[in-house]
């Protein structure tokens, strides 16, 4: 149940979790294991996991760029499929810019296929909600991405803000 949810800092631990996580969601690429753990050890200040009791419902894992340090940038966002639909997508986004290595951001971006209608609504949203706009350009054409790794979608910019200082 969503209202049992708590969000904190990811751990060593929690790598194996969010890659079974992402591996089961159906739609993000899967990364490697070891890409997960660096994910929770060495970018955790930036990073949330969703608990419900032992069980990880949900993650958000990011870095601020350091071609656009005002940014947070979202590399991945998956919510477990007993928890979808519940709104923990949107608040795994705002404790993600509330994590110590966001809470300066002055933009939330991310990079979504054109196909994931799930993450465009979850980030236009979120947007939404808080009540600033969303931009969107296409980032990385399909030409990018190498032939032999099978088709990819080219990968669409999302900018949002500027965020609400708190």
């Known amino acids: 149940m969503a209202d049992l949810i708590t969000f904190r800092a990811p751990a060593a631990s929690d790598a194996a979790g969010l890659w079974r996580l992402a591996r089961d969601s159906g739609s993000l690429d899967l990364n490697s294991p070891y890409a997960y753990l660096m994910w929770c050890t060495d970018f955790a200040d930036s990073a949330v996991v969703a608990a419900d009791g032992d069980e990880i419902a949900g993650f958000v894992v990011g870095h601020r760029p350091p071609t656009g ?11 477990a499929r007993s928890q979808q639909g519940s709104g923990l997508g949107r608040r795994l986004l705002l404790a993600f810019l509330d994590r110590p290595g966001n809470r300066d951001a002055h933009w939330l971006t991310a990079t979504v296929t054109p196909s994931n209608a799930a993450s465009l609504a979850l980030f236009r949203g979120t947007a939404a909600h808080l009540g600033v706009a969303c931009e969107e350009r296409e980032r990385f054409p399909v030409a990018v991405f190498p032939a032999e790794a099978g088709d990819h979608e080219p990968e669409v910019a999302l900018r949002i803000g500027p965020l609400p200082a708190d």
Do not use: E
């Open 69 to 79: 340090p005002d940014a947070a940038f979202v590399w991945q966002v998956a919510v």
